[in-house]
T-cell receptor, first 114, second 109 residues
Framework: SQTIHQWPATLVQPVGSPLSLECTVE??????LYWYRQAAGRGLQLLFY??????ISSEVPQNLSASRPQDRQFILSSKKLLLSDSGFYLC?????????????FGEGSRLTVL | DAKTTQPPSMDCAEGRAANLPCNHS???????VYWYRQIHSQGPQYIIH???NNETNEMASLIITEDRKSSTLILPHATLRDTAVYYC??????????FGKGTRLHILP
């Protein structure tokens, strides 16, 4: 069966520090991968999505970046965090090319920038 | 931008049916309607989806109007554990999946 893991689960970082959140999917090949962010009391904001290795689409211009170095690995990074980067970050995957495929989410990573 | 519009919040008495509306007036012919819910501090959970016909599973029923411009998610017997934010999205198999702000459903004891 397919599983998705993301880590770390929680982290507290100072303003200006770097960030790396990692997400891996097991049990499937060539998944579509997504990073979402949810600020406190807000809805889900799509940050990045990827349909293959090295193929990243950015939805919101910001100081975050994403990379997909391997088929089932998706990394969210920042060189210098801002206070506004605080939030709940969710990685998700879906089966590519399936119109009725559902989105499967990881457990989430809660980031607090101080 | 999200292609759906939902009320920001709703209340429902425990044991009653919860009916959550969603407007998607610009939906295209090949777009499906999906519903997810998010319980506090967890990732969203898939509930149900449909194209034209009404759908039912063990969690809920989905009623889609004939013109497909709106739909209603029905939780037949709401419990306190159904308290969550419910998201209605439309998707055509396009790889970009946009969530709106959803409806915060409060189940009242």
């Amino acid at each position: 069966s397919q599983t998705i893991h993301q880590w770390p689960a929680t982290l507290v970082q100072p303003v200006g520090s770097p960030l790396s959140l990692e997400c891996t999917v097991e049990g499937t090949s060539n998944p579509n991968l997504y990073w979402y962010r949810q600020a406190a009391g807000r809805g889900l904001q799509l940050l990045f999505y990827s349909v293959g290795i090295g193929q990243i689409s950015s939805e919101v211009p910001q100081n975050l970046s994403a990379s997909r170095p391997q088929d089932r690995q998706f990394i969210l990074s920042s060189k210098k965090l801002l206070l506004s980067d605080s939030g709940f970050y969710l990685c998700a995957w879906s089966v590519p090319g399936v119109r009725t495929g559902e989105l499967f989410f990881g457990e989430g990573s809660r980031l607090t920038v101080l | 931008d999200a292609k759906t519009t939902q009320p920001p919040s709703m209340d429902c008495a425990e044991g009653r049916a919860a009916n959550l509306p969603c407007n998607h007036s610009t939906i295209s012919g090949n777009e499906y309607v999906y519903w997810y819910r998010q319980i506090h501090s967890q990732g969203p959970q898939y509930i149900i989806h449909g194209l034209k016909n009404n759908e039912t599973n063990e969690m809920a029923s989905l009623i889609i109007t004939e013109d497909r411009k709106s739909s209603t998610l029905i939780l037949p017997h709401a419990t306190l554990r159904d308290t969550a934010v419910y998201y209605c999205i439309v998707r055509a198999g396009d790889d970009k999946i946009i969530f709106g702000k959803g409806t915060r459903l409060h189940i009242l004891p």
